[in-house]
C-alpha cells in the first residue's frame, strides 16, 4: 500500500531552497568576473534554473496531489467500506439471509459501493486493503473457496492479528479444496506472524489437525505440545492431551 513520508518532501525543499541559492550565486558572480566566465554560466544558465523549476514543479504537484486527491479519496472510501462491512456483520448474525448478504457486501446495493468496488475505485487506501481480507472472507463464507484464497492473498497489514486471521483463512480454504499441504503451510504463517493468545493457540491447533491427517505424527505432537506450554488457559488447550495420545499411539 503506497505510503507517502513528509520527510521526503522536507529533503525535496531544501534542495530547492539549496539550488535557487546556488543560481543566485552564479548570478552575482556574472557581474564580477571576466567575459569567460560569463559565456560559461551563461551556457548552463538554462539547465540550472530548469532544475530549479523542475524540482518546484514536482513538490507542489506531490501536494496537490496528496491534497486534491489521496485525502478526499480516503475519505469516501471510508463512508463506502462502512456500508459494506454493515451488509457483511449482517450475514454473520444471519444465517437464513447470509449469502444474499455476503453478495450484497461483495457487490454493493443501494446505490453503495460493495468491497470489489472499493479495490476498484479506491487503490492505495486503508479502506480497499480492509476490503482485499474482507472480500476474502465473504467468498470463504459463500464457499468460493478460489476467490477467498485469491482475495486474502493480495491482503496486506501491519496489524498482526489480520495479517494472522488472513493467513488463516487462505489455510481454511486450502483445507476445504483439500489441498493439505497448502493448508498447513499458511497455519504455520499465521502462528508464527503473532504469538497472541487470540491467534496462535487457533492456528497452532489447526496445523496440528491438519499435520496428524498428513501422517506427519511427530510434528502434531510437537505443535499440540507448543499449545500446552506457551498457551495453557486458553480454549485449544482442552482435551489436547488425549491428542497427543493419539499421535503418540500411531
Do not use: C, H, W
Not at 543566485?24 to 534554473?49: G, H, P, R, W
Not at 462491512?85 to 448478504?101: E, I
Request: hydrophobic fraction near 35%.
Amino acid at each position: 500500500m503506497a505510503t507517502y513520508k513528509k520527510k521526503g518532501l522536507k529533503r525535496k525543499a531544501s534542495n530547492t531552497v539549496t539550488n535557487q541559492s546556488t543560481t543566485a550565486e552564479v548570478f552575482d558572480t556574472l557581474d564580477q568576473s571576466a567575459s569567460s566566465t560569463e559565456k560559461i554560466v551563461a551556457k548552463y544558465q538554462n539547465y540550472i534554473v530548469g532544475g530549479v523549476i523542475t524540482i518546484v514543479i514536482m513538490v507542489l504537484g506531490f501536494l496537490g496531489y496528496s491534497s486534491l486527491v489521496l485525502e478526499p479519496n480516503s475519505e469516501e472510501a471510508n463512508n463506502e467500506l462502512f456500508t459494506a462491512q454493515n451488509y457483511f456483520s449482517q450475514a454473520l448474525n444471519d444465517n437464513q439471509n447470509s449469502d444474499s448478504l455476503f453478495l450484497l457486501s461483495l457487490n454493493g446495493g443501494d446505490g453503495k459501493y460493495g468491497f470489489l468496488d472499493i479495490i476498484e475505485n479506491y487503490s492505495g487506501t486503508n479502506a480497499s486493503q480492509l476490503s482485499y481480507y474482507s472480500a476474502g472472507m465473504a467468498y470463504y463464507n459463500l464457499n468460493d473457496f478460489e476467490n477467498a484464497i485469491k482475495y486474502l492473498k493480495y491482503f496486506d497489514s501491519e496489524d498482526d492479528v489480520l495479517t494472522a486471521l488472513a493467513y488463516g483463512g487462505i489455510g481454511d480454504s486450502f483445507a476445504e479444496l483439500d489441498q493439505l499441504d497448502d493448508a498447513l503451510s499458511y497455519y504455520e504463517l499465521a502462528f508464527n506472524v503473532s504469538d497472541n493468545n487470540f491467534t496462535a493457540p487457533k492456528f497452532l491447533l489447526k496445523a496440528a489437525n491438519t499435520a496428524s491427517l498428513l501422517k506427519q505424527n511427530s510434528l502434531a505432537k510437537k505443535y499440540y505440545k507448543s499449545i500446552l506450554k506457551n498457551f495453557p488457559k486458553s480454549p485449544e488447550s482442552f482435551y489436547i492431551d488425549i491428542q497427543i495420545e493419539k499421535n503418540s499411539s500411531k
